[in-house]
């Protein structure tokens, strides 16, 4: 793939009747009335493979950056896949991408459960064609605990659980030369390295800020790993900004304003943006590889301990042994290449 054209809803598409059967990818608009029928059944999840359509697959959004993404992304042609935790919470969203003439689907998905979420990555490779992009958006920030598989909840939830979902998409990913957009943080430049013996205790943190920072950390090295075992993949990781969004439901309701104003929040919509700017970035064009990271929609080098190649190998191992017991993914077998400069 890599040439993802996504129209964007009252971008001046060509209206649907004036382009009957145009097959380019991100321009096709030959949704058969049957399978529009189909798409209106939520009971029937994954029911349409149309393989001339945009396929983006979005973790975590019923709400927040996740939600705003998937809005800016809605056109006739896109078929949006939105993995999330609970259907109810999402149908809201997948009739506005409709609306916007989308189509758009559920796909129930828990991070904290590694086996289900291996699980859910694994009915979608079986029953799909194609996938062009997956957003690895979901997260927490300043909760405390450990997920049901046993990891320290922010590690087990924002990093772990995406790698579990990760690995079964790859053939797909691989096939489509599509793209992998990791939703990192600003956070991770607080984290100057992962400490794998407390992976598997509580949040120690009274906060959690630190194990947030250390997770986040995690999504650049994954980023990094994948580039180098799967480099028929584009990935790519960012910061999106600070995001006035549901993310902060753990500071009391009364001091959000507050925290708002001073952070200088931007809305979700921003966020939204700052990920299909990631999406939809391409490499300079006087040569050199697009950048690992993106602050906002600015290249910026990640922190030392996300360039540093030995720990990302580490994590790869350390995430592939956590999940090995659990699920089936294959282990990547491509010949490892060197890590992409970052700028
Ligand atoms: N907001 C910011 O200022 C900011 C800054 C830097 C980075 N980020 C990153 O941006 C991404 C999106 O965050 P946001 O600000 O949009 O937060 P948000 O409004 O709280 O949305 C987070 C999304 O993640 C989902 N999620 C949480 N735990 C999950 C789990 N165990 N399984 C599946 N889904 C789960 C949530 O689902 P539920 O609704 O079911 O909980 C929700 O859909 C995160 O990766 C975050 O780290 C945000």
């Given at each position: ?53 945009n396929t983006i697959l979005i973790t975590g959004a019923n709400t927040g950056i996740g939600r705003a993404c998937a809005e800016q992304l809605a056109a006739p042609g896109v078929r949006l896949i939105l993995a999330c935790r609970s259907r109810e919470r999402t149908q809201p969203v997948l009739a506005e991408l409709e609306r916007r003439g989308a189509v758009a689907e559920f796909l129930p998905l828990d991070l904290g459960d590694l086996a289900g979420a291996a699980a859910a990555a694994k009915s979608f490779a079986r029953a799909n064609r194609s ?213």
């Open positions: 793939m890599s040439n993802i054209h996504v129209t964007r809803a009252g971008s001046g598409t060509e209206p649907l009747e004036n382009q009957p059967n145009k097959t380019r990818r991100g321009y096709h608009a030959g949704i058969s009335g049957t399978r529009r029928h189909a798409l209106t059944d939520r009971q029937s999840i994954l029911y349409v493979d149309d393989s001339s359509m996938l062009d992009v997956l957003i690895n958006n979901a997260g927490l920030a300043g909760a405390r605990g450990l997920t049901s598989a046993g990891y320290e909840l922010a590690f087990g939830t924002n990093h772990l659980g995406h790698f579990a979902f990760t690995l079964p998409l790859l053939p797909l990913l691989e096939a489509a030369r599509g793209r992998i957009v990791n939703v990192s943080s600003g956070s991770h430049y607080r984290a100057p390295g992962i400490n794998f013996e407390q992976l598997r205790t509580p949040t120690r943190t009274k906060t959690g800020l630190d194990e947030y920072g250390v997770s986040k950390l995690c999504n650049i090295l994954f980023t990094a790993e994948l580039r180098r075992r799967h480099p028929q993949i584009t990935a790519v990781s960012l910061h999106p900004g600070r995001i006035a969004s549901d993310v902060w439901r753990n500071v009391p309701a009364f001091f959000r304003p507050v925290l708002r104003w001073a952070l200088r929040m931007e809305s979700v919509h921003a966020g939204g943006a700052a990920v299909v700017h990631a999406l939809q970035a391409q490499a300079p064009k006087d040569g050199g590889e697009l950048p690992l990271y993106f602050h906002v929609q600015q290249p910026r080098p990640p922190s030392r301990a996300a360039q540093r190649e030995e720990l990302a190998a580490e994590l790869w191992r350390y995430s592939m042994d956590a999940v090995s017991d659990r699920s089936e993914a294959p282990l990547a077998s491509e010949p490892l290449r060197p890590h992409a400069a970052t700028t």
